[in-house]
């Protein structure tokens, strides 16, 4: 057997505040062998980054190893000095930020910073052969035109191409280990494809080994091997990605994937299960198991003692004691029995909406330059009582445009919105009725932003009731905030506190109840959950499922996560530079024919089932910007199947919408032979 | 004339001062105990750095209350056989012992300088709020509103901005434009903001409740009103309060000169929170455009709001000291530390310590300010 690349043992490690010690990572321990892939999986707060950071010996000033060895080819990195250290950094290790503007010196062109890397590492480089070697590098990230990309400066880059560019930094070096920090966590889904199949090639050809670090299982199980499951600071399961996925052995493993949405999952038969609770501060951790204070299985006088890791044979190893004595074939996902709410009128009507924004560069010489943003372009279609309307869409593509029209914030250049009947478009939410504003409700993605952190979280709630007219006295409208904060499943002693107590989950959780104060007949939801940790999404999820069953309530669900989008609506919309590219019901949408954008999405978006077989398309490019779009169909820049379409068509006029059949709209220049002969993007192994 | 040892006239200060001693001791303990509960001002407990600012701010603004029982005489009375003494000069007949020394008219320098800090103690601060005041409520609408408001808003405070100011107070107090109706109506116009901003206040966040707003407005308007009338046109019915003709100048001065830099500090702190998810939610409810901007955004932004009025404060500090100095607006026997350097530098060669107490004054003061506004800012980051 060869000497292990990278090896940790009972890794130990502390961050000193004013108030006391605050151990980070506790008892790690890990294998890196030449040229394999380790997840580090975990919620936020687990402490995987904290791990990243004690290979490179970056912790910082308040944080410190305690104890435990980090050997790096035989070395021991702790004991190593910071001249000897310098020297690893960077040509034996190197590492991959979340943020790529971040990483990148924004002063700096790329070309500098790039031969920077390897005239550094490489003495007596010369800067020809520098050139050329980062040139080839370029090629090798598949970044087009990359003599002209060497001359740019970062902020000139999209963010695909910026994290690219940190790949190709991080690869210069010839690093053994590649650390990889959620590298594709800030990025769309379908560029995200692009960088994770860019770094399995290249992990391929260059042979190094990568520590992947991610809290998206779909993306883990894509590429890499073996898996580390963190929570609460410890290494809870590890084993290779079958052990993981196929038999877990821990209930913290198995809950996590409970509360993801599988493409086999609808929300009217399968109800996902989160986790109950939530994850403890490192001061306030349980006895013994971390996780016992959410699990199902705790038994007293076992789970609260210290334990080791059970080894469970082939490398898989479980941080639970009772891991002989659970019954782990036992289904633990519930199905549900209700059929879900019947779907009632139509309640809200879009017609040839419109929206462009101008703007205005004008020059010293005072000649003035109008540029026309068209953030929507001719969206129409219908939204029935207690429906779910999914609006699907990478960032730019106008889906918060249209949010802010239908709340008022925003007026349309062109078109109607019909809401029961009677026009609204024009209103702005200033002149606008109560009961028009009291139906029409939002709730925001990011949950550290939809609260005022001044206000306490009852005053908040008792405001917007005010607002609503809902009560008439102050003792009213109180016992009313008591019966939302009920409905949102959180205590009635959340009254008194302020959000900045609260955790991601909970505020999210009072901007539902705020957003229902007055039982809004739509609910416009922009990615309520995409910003919150996995088990807690399930919750929300839930949650909002819930509320729509029993108060048939119409949502208007915006996100860009296909998988939650397939799991709760009953109509989809996909949008793509500020045109809707296909709509239908969630059932055409997601199965052939697809427009190809949808296909790609399709594609792109990580599935974490082993059982899932996907057709792998890759688009080429990155999203175009809306002040500068590609003529003829927005699309077609990056378009997979532009070939099939005669005469460059598809780059001269903007597709017309076709109706395929019945209610399933395409706006698509390709034959009927073409789409017709599609195949499903996912599929299942048959075992 | 004979002198009293060093240490003994150290002593004897700090036993003149014991009321002082006594409220800082009580004031700091008991803050410390429930700072907890304090919010941001209890965390200034947690900095050392803070704790010393504090104290020199709470030492002055004591000497200011207990002027009267801590200075041995009047700050005008004169005692010709102690004028230009040296520190801890006594008078053998009567007595009379000069602390600090005397100047040259033989007033107490000990108590001049402690009977200084009532005027630049109520001066300041008063002036700064106002300011601010001032400031808030025209920055928010310019910040929130942006386009047309905001230029025309902008236009004017880079106007004022660009004018050297000691020219500008030299223009507000020279005779020939007091005697106008100027300096009169730019403080009638300044002092009507605080009204203003209360009635906004109130206004957009109880409109619901009818019954209360009402009450609360009559309050508003009874105290405003009151205060107005004897502020700004020396008309107190009940004559328990009254400003001197050229104190209001200074007032009207300060306000006029600091409000513009207020202004511009709101609007960049409103056009960055105004993106916030919170703000589209008041909205997206329908609320009011000043509900928004008193109730969501101020109280967001008062962070560092409060640590650029301490640093204002120590400003106007300043500037009251250089008013004084040039002898611009306030009597010219006046106490004020700024006057009283004047009075006294021309001596400098005679007797070297009698600048001293006033300076020393001025700059302690304004360190304490910066200090706390240094630790305010590091701990308003901190949450």
Redesign the interface.
Same mark, same amino acid.
């Given at each position: 057997m060869t000497e292990p690349l990278l090896e940790i043992e009972n890794l130990y490690i502390s961050f000193d505040t004013q108030k006391q010690e605050i151990p980070a990572v506790i008892d790690f321990s890990c294998k890196i062998m030449p040229g394999e892939v380790l997840g580090l999986v975990g919620e936020s707060g687990c402490g995987k980054s904290t791990v990243a950071l004690a290979i490179m010996q970056y912790l910082g000033k308040n944080g410190y190893i305690k104890s435990g060895t980090i050997k790096f080819k035989g070395k021991n990195l702790n004991t190593l000095s910071l001249h000897e250290l310098r020297k690893i950094r960077g040509s034996e290790i190197a590492m991959i930020y979340q943020e790529p503007m971040a990483s990148l010196n924004p002063t700096m062109r790329v070309g500098e910073q790039l031969t920077e890397v390897l005239r550094l590492h490489e003495v007596g480089i010369t800067k020809q052969d520098a050139y050329l070697r980062v040139l080839d590098m370029l090629v090798s990230v598949k970044l087009p035109d990359p003599k002209r990309i060497m001359h740019t400066y970062p902020h000139q880059l999209s963010g695909g191409q910026q994290q690219r560019i940190g790949i190709a930094m991080a690869l210069l070096g010839n690093p053994d280990l590649l650390i990889m920090d959620e590298p594709t966590t800030s990025l769309d889904v379908t560029v995200e494809a692009g960088v994770i199949q860019l770094v399995k090639e290249l992990s391929k050809k260059f042979g190094n080994s990568i520590l992947f670090i991610s809290h998206n299982l779909g993306l883990v199980l894509e590429i890499c091997q073996k898996i580390s499951v963190m929570y609460s600071s410890r290494v809870i399961e590890q084993g290779s990605v079958r052990q993981i996925f196929n038999s877990m052995r821990h209930p913290y493993t198995r809950g996590l994937f409970n509360s993801l949405p599988l493409p086999s999952f609808n929300k009217n038969k399968r109800q996902l299960v989160s986790i109950p609770g939530q994850l403890p501060l490192p001061n306030e951790r349980p006895q013994g198991c971390a996780f016992s204070n959410r699990c199902t299985y705790y038994v007293q006088g076992t789970c609260d003692k210290e334990m080791a890791m059970i080894d469970l044979g082939e490398g898989h190893m479980t941080h639970c004691t009772r891991v002989k004595e659970i019954d782990w074939s036992e289904e633990t996902s519930l199905n549900k029995k209700d059929e879900g709410v019947e779907i009632g009128n139509v309640i809200l009507n879009l017609s040839n909406l419109k929206k462009y924004y101008h703007v205005v560069n004008s020059d010293i010489l005072g000649s003035k330059k109008t540029k026309t943003i068209k953030a929507n372009e001719d969206i129409s279609f219908d939204v029935r009582e207690a429906e779910t309307v999914a609006i699907v869409g990478e960032s730019g593509c106008g889906k918060s445009t249209l949010a802010k029209m239908l709340l008022g914030l925003e007026q349309p250049t062109h078109g109607s919105i019909h809401f029961n009947g009677q026009e609204i478009a024009n209103i702005p939410v200033s002149l606008r009725d109560t009961e028009t504003i009291k139906a029409i409700q939002m709730i925001f993605q990011n949950p550290f932003d939809t609260l005022n952190p001044s206000h306490t979280v009852g005053s908040q709630i008792i405001r917007t009731l005010e607002k609503f007219n809902v009560g008439n006295t102050h003792k009213d409208r109180r016992a009313h905030m008591f019966e939302l904060l009920d409905l949102v499943k959180l205590p009635s002693d959340f009254e008194n506190r302020m959000p900045r107590q609260l955790s991601g989950g909970q505020k999210q959780r009072i901007g539902i109840a705020r957003a229902f104060a007055a039982q809004p007949k739509i609910l416009v939801a922009d990615e309520p959950v995409s910003a919150l940790d996995v088990s807690v999404q399930a919750a929300i999820t839930e949650l909002l499922i819930n509320i729509q069953n029993t108060y048939r309530t119409t949502m208007i669900f915006i996100s860009h996560d296909l998988s939650i989008v397939k799991y709760l609506s009953d109509k989809i919309v996909v949008m793509y530079l500020g045109y809707v590219v296909e709509q239908g019901t969630a059932e055409q949408v997601f199965s052939p024919p697809y427009h190809p954008y949808t296909e790609a999405l399709l594609s792109a978006v990580p599935i974490a089932d082993t059982s899932v077989k996907k057709r792998h398309i890759v688009l080429e490019n990155d999203i175009p910007s809306a002040i500068d779009p590609p003529s003829g169909c927005p699309f077609q820049t990056r378009c997979h199947r532009k070939k099939h379409v005669l005469n460059n068509l598809c780059e001269k006029e903007v597709p017309p919408i076709r109706s395929l059949n019945g209610k399933h709209n395409i706006r698509c220049h390709l034959a009927d032979e073409i789409l017709e002969s599609m195949e499903p993007v996912i599929g299942f192994n048959t075992k | 004339m004979q002198y009293i040892e060093a240490h003994q006239v150290f002593i004897e200060i700090i036993m003149r001062l014991w009321l002082v001693w006594l409220c800082i001791f009580v004031i700091m303990v008991s803050s410390y105990i429930v700072r907890k509960r304090l919010g941001l001002y209890g965390k200034i407990y947690n900095s050392f750095t803070g704790v010393i600012g504090l104290c020199i701010v709470l030492f002055w603004f004591l000497c200011a209350i207990f002027a009267d029982q801590i200075a041995p005489y009047d700050p005008l009375q004169q005692f010709y056989q102690l004028k230009r003494s040296k520190v801890g000069a006594f008078d053998v007949e009567t007595g009379v012992t000069f602390l600090l020394g005397g100047d040259n008219l033989g007033r107490d320098l000990f108590s001049r300088m402690i009977h200084g800090s009532q005027t630049v103690l109520t001066i300041a601060p008063a002036a700064t709020l106002i300011a601010f005041l001032v400031g808030v409520t025209l920055g928010l609408p310019a910040g929130y509103y942006g386009k047309r408001i905001d230029a025309i808003l902008s236009f004017i405070a880079n106007l004022i901005l660009a004018f050297p100011v000691i020219l500008l107070f030299y223009l507000l107090v020279t005779p020939g434009i007091r005697e106008t109706f100027v300096p009169v109506g730019m403080a009638g116009l300044f002092f009507l903001f605080p009204i203003i901003f209360l009635f906004l206040v109130l206004c957009s966040r109880y409109r #619901?409740?009818p019954v209360l707003l009402s009450m609360q407005l009559s309050a508003t308007l009874l105290v405003g009103v009151w205060l107005y009338a004897s502020l700004v046109f020396n008309a107190d019915p009940f004559h328990l309060l009254s400003l001197e003709p050229n104190e209001l100048n200074i007032f009207a001065a300060v306000i006029f000169a600091s409000s513009p830099g207020i202004f511009r500090i709101v609007r960049g702190l409103a056009m960055d929170i105004k993106t @916030?998810?919170?703000i589209?939610?008041?909205?997206? @409810? =329908? #609320? =009011?455009?000043w509900y928004i901007m008193l109730w969501?955004m101020l109280?967001?932004i @008062?962070g560092p709001l409060v640590v650029d009025m301490c640093l204002r404060i120590g400003y106007t500090t300043i500037l009251l000291g250089t008013l004084g100095f040039f002898g611009l607006g306030l009597s010219p026997e006046s106490s004020d530390w700024g006057s009283m350097i004047n009075q006294t530098r021309k001596y400098i060669r005679i007797v070297p310590t009698m600048v001293l107490p006033a300076t020393l004054a001025l700059s302690s003061l304004i360190l304490g300010f910066n200090l706390l506004a240094d630790v305010l800012r590091e701990q308003s980051l901190k949450?």
């Open positions: - | #619901e409740r @916030r998810d919170y589209t939610a008041a909205q997206t @409810r =329908g #609320e =009011g455009v969501e109280p967001n @008062r949450d």
